[in-house]
């Protein structure tokens, strides 16, 4: 067992630090004040090879692993955890995804625009009525001659108000249930294909969020994605390398916390004293320290497994189980610390509690997590 970071991994740790550093701190609290999303910035980090990390050099990414985009997500949480949400839906949810199962003319055509950031992918599987019982969906995919006619809508999809083109799961056989359903691309100029509200939320502002419709949204065979019905496949495996990879994001959450806490905890001074040295503050930053350490441990095994196995899910539903709610509770004791202070949107800790809460929610609930960890261990059992 080796707990040191590779030197690719190191690298990956350094190139997005300083990006996030330079390029997103200047804007982090305009994201959230305004709701805004920085294109520009998106692209820039494409030009630096972070959004099609995961995808092969010859297809216009940099060949990485999944600890690698981890890491990235990681590291601009600690800036942006907003800005690392849609990140990682494009780079992970959708890229990742349509790479892996795509046909060689879906790679060619798509990997290279999205490694770059020319254009913004994003992921639809969640539907009004179906959120956590997803494969319920009601969206649906007739193939009409040449072409696959869809019907239906998609909610709460990141990046949808800015994406340029979508992974979207429909039934294609209703009559089958979760075994009638299958991947599309659906591109922004499909006829048929509309963009509906932008949401307006109590956190990761600055990741657009919306809803996309399809009536008789008209797009041609060779958009499937992977094999008709075969679709639940494709969703389980990519929620479950979606659940570590965006874990990531809770773990950077979690560290901006410590760090933010730390230093006020050192000149904040209370009854003649720095407030760090009293031991009921101690307690809260030790904790900290051990969520952090946690996390990191639950997330780069789930990674590892994963790697080898896309089958696997309780590790992946463990690791961001835990950091994210650990990542909520880290953010209210960073709050607590600051006092007042940690109550005013001055000093940060708010908005990182803001955004803490979503990874409990975001990517199959606490509860779908704790499910899917109960269930594997009792059938394994069994
Ligand atoms: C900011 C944001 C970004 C998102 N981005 C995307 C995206 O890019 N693509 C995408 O497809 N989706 C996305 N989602 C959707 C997300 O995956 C869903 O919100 C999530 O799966 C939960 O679905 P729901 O909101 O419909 O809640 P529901 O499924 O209605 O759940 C409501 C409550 O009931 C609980 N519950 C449900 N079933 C059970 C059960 N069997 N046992 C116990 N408790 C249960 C849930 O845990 C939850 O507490 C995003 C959501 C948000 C908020």
Known sequence: MNFDLSEEHQMVRDIVRRFAMEELSPVAARMDEEDYFPIDIFRKLGELGMLGITVPTEYGGSGLDYISQMICLEEISRISPAFALSVGAHSNLCLDNLFRNGSREQRELYAPKLSSGEWVGCLALTEPESGSDALSMRTTAELRDKHYSLNGSKTFITNAPVADMALVYAKTEPSLGHRGISAFIVEGSNPGFRKGRKFDKMGMRGSPTGELFFDSCNVPSSALVGKKNEGAGIVMSGLSVERAVLAGISLGIQEQCLDLAVDYSRQRKQFGLPISKFELIQEKIANM????????????????????????????????????????????????IMGGYGYMKEFRVEKLMRDAKLLEIGAGTTEIRKMIIARELLEDSA
């Open 289 to 336: 320290y051990v969520g952090i350490e946690a996390s990191r441990l639950l997330i780069y095994k789930s990674l590892q497994v994963l790697q080898k196995d896309k089958s696997k899910n309780r590790e992946a539903a463990a690791a961001i189980m835990f950091a994210a709610e650990t990542s909520t509770k880290t953010a209210l004791d960073a709050i607590q």
